[in-house]
């Protein structure tokens, strides 16, 4: 079964630092998805990242990096010197990658980043 | 682009009342989703669609039923309402298969059932 841990319920930080959120998943397939979502306080979802299981490059964009490592199954996101506009809830996912029909696609519960200024 | 238009914001029902979550996309994503966010609890799927005239159970589907007889609509229909259907509920799309394809979502609704 499926499953996606995002221990961090709540993390407040003050502008200008740098924040980690994590994510730890478990699947018994070989080949899967990895994504990241961003729900600001206006309330729609926003993809951020996609991710497949046999690409563990890191990535960058702007402010934002993720680290991708299947030997400890986890998916990090780092904000680098976060901004107010960052506070929000961030969903991390993971999807099958089978043929035909629905892949399951299981969400964690999110974590909510509260940026002071 | 509106991508995936949800109405309405917000309402409240009644117990044992009925109503109609409306979900449009202008992407022709052949996929579609509901589903509901409960607090601290992420989100599970309700009911999704492969294509028109194509639904499936999700996760959670109790209490709720879906049609799909375009691509671009995906109502959701609940049936006599109970306070445990309280939530917020989003309709997504997307375009790829196999999992790969990031969901589109909608602003969502937010429900109240008393």
């Known amino acids: 079964a499926q499953k996606v841990t995002q221990a961090q319920t709540e993390i407040s930080v003050v502008e200008k630092e740098d924040v980690t959120l994590d994510c730890v998943y478990e699947?018994?397939?070989?080949?899967?998805?990895l994504f990241w979502y961003k729900q600001p306080p206006s309330g729609e979802l926003v993809f951020l990242i996609r991710?497949?299981?046999?690409?563990?490059q890191n990535e960058i964009s702007g402010r934002y990096s993720w680290n991708f490592q299947k030997s400890t199954s986890s998916f990090n996101f780092t904000i680098t010197a976060s901004q107010v506009v960052d506070s929000a809830v961030y969903f991390c996912?993971?999807?099958?990658?089978?043929?035909?029909?629905?892949?399951?696609?299981?969400f964690g519960t999110g974590t909510k980043l509260q940026v002071i200024p | 682009n509106a991508g995936v238009t949800q109405t309405p914001k917000f309402r409240i029902l009644k117990i044992g009342q009925s109503m109609t979550l409306q979900c449009t996309q202008d992407?022709?994503?052949?996929?579609m989703y509901w589903y509901r966010q409960d607090p601290g609890m992420g989100l599970k799927l309700i009911y999704y669609?492969?294509?028109?005239?194509?639904?499936d159970k999700g996760e959670v589907p109790n209490g709720y039923n879906v049609s799909r007889s375009t691509t671009e609509d995906f109502p959701l229909r609940l049936e006599l309402a109970a306070p445990s259907q309280t939530s917020v509920y989003f309709c997504?799309?997307?375009?790829?298969?196999?999992?790969?394809?990031?969901?589109?979502f909608g602003q969502g609704t937010r429900l109240t059932v008393v």
């Open positions: 991710r497949n299981s046999f690409d563990e």
């Open positions: 992407m022709n994503h052949n996929y």
């Open positions: 997504a799309s997307s375009y790829l298969q196999k999992g790969q394809g990031e969901a589109f």
């Open positions: 699947t018994r397939d070989t080949t899967y998805y």
């Open positions: 669609s492969v294509g028109a005239g194509i639904t």
């Open positions: 996912a993971l999807s099958e990658a089978k043929s035909g029909g629905y892949q399951k696609v299981t």
